[in-house]
């Protein structure tokens, strides 16, 4: 038993084998892997170090602050940021020789401010809205956008290096948006050729569109969940399937292990009754450290497993902020065995047969995403891997 109460174990070695096999996958295209969101929950700088050597010659990340950060972690090579908000200073990005993305004119504008106060053309990309109807210039706008580019290109304060758009549907491959933004995607990238502009990298897939979707994939796609080792959506295949290995565990050990009689109810508003004499097992995390609420046991009497000496065992009652309570049951009918101190793992690879974040993500009514992105409180991480030493300098 370990004297640490809960901690996040990330493989490192699963991450760097994930982008090399989804670089394998959508080559010739050139591989991003995106690690905003501190690297989804996985701690963005040993993430970017593991992607860099499988060969991601990009990173991605939605913050400027996120990027100066891999910066400043020593990171050198490509990185596009995209989410800029109004009157946000991005004189260090320029700085720091980012790749930044403008959806208007009036970004454009802001990145020829930096540029000016940097002293030093910026990096530009431009993202076209080709039907997921969030960021990015729309169809109208487009030509103005690749217009005001230009021009900032001509006056020396950018060199434009990429354009891009962003898929809706891409975990369901038979929908009909995808098509419909690949062409949308394909009109807009003759817009701005015949306009003059010239793009390094013309980018649109995802991890879903790149791994199930060639016509997506162009000169670059952007990995993030499928290098974490997750499945984009059951709907695509396992993370086995796809040729993915989940790099999260979440561990802990049980706090306490207790017997309740038949009719004594579990937690925060009584909402789970005893059916039976039982063993409960009390569980050191709650949604103070991320572990989602929904996962409490709903009508069914059964919240998300977690496994216990080589059995899943469901949680019972109410998620609480610090802890909550699983039914280990009666060793004597069938119950699992245990004591205070024995590991519990809320989810991992799949190895021992522990649950996965997917199997949380379906209890939960989310996503795999979600699941290993809101992990952050008081676990530990704790990072394991060939090269760790380097990956965590
Ligand atoms: C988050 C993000 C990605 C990565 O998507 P995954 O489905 O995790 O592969 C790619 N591009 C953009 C613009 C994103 O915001």
Known sequence: MSAVRAEIVVDLD???ANVRHLASVAGPA????????????????????????????????????EALALREAGDTGRILTWLTVPGEDLTPGVRADLDLTAYSVEEVAQVRAAARAAGRPARL??????????????????????????????ADEVRLTGMWSHLACADDPDHPANAAQEEVFAWAVRVAEEAGARFEVRHLANSAAALVRPSARWDLVRCGIAAYGLSPDPALGTAADLGLRPAMTVRTHLAMVKPVAAGESVSYGHTWTAPRDTVLGLVPLGYGDGIPRHASSGPDGAGAPVWVNGHRVPVRGRICMDQFVVELGDPAHGGVAARPGDEVVLFGPGDRGEPSAQDWADVVGTIGYEIVTRMRGRQQRRYVGARVEEDTR
Do not use: F, N
């Open 14 to 16: 699963a991450i760097e």
């Open 30 to 65: 050139a591989m991003m892997t995106v690690v905003k969101a501190d690297g989804y929950g996985h701690g963005m700088v040993p993430v970017a170090r593991a992607a860099r050597r499988a060969g991601a010659t990009w990173l991605g990340a939605a913050a400027l602050e």
């Open 125 to 154: 990309q431009l993202k076209v809205d080709t039907g997921l109807s969030r960021g990015g210039a729309s169809r109208a706008d487009w030509p103005q956008v690749v217009a005001a580019a230009l021009e900032a290109q001509a």
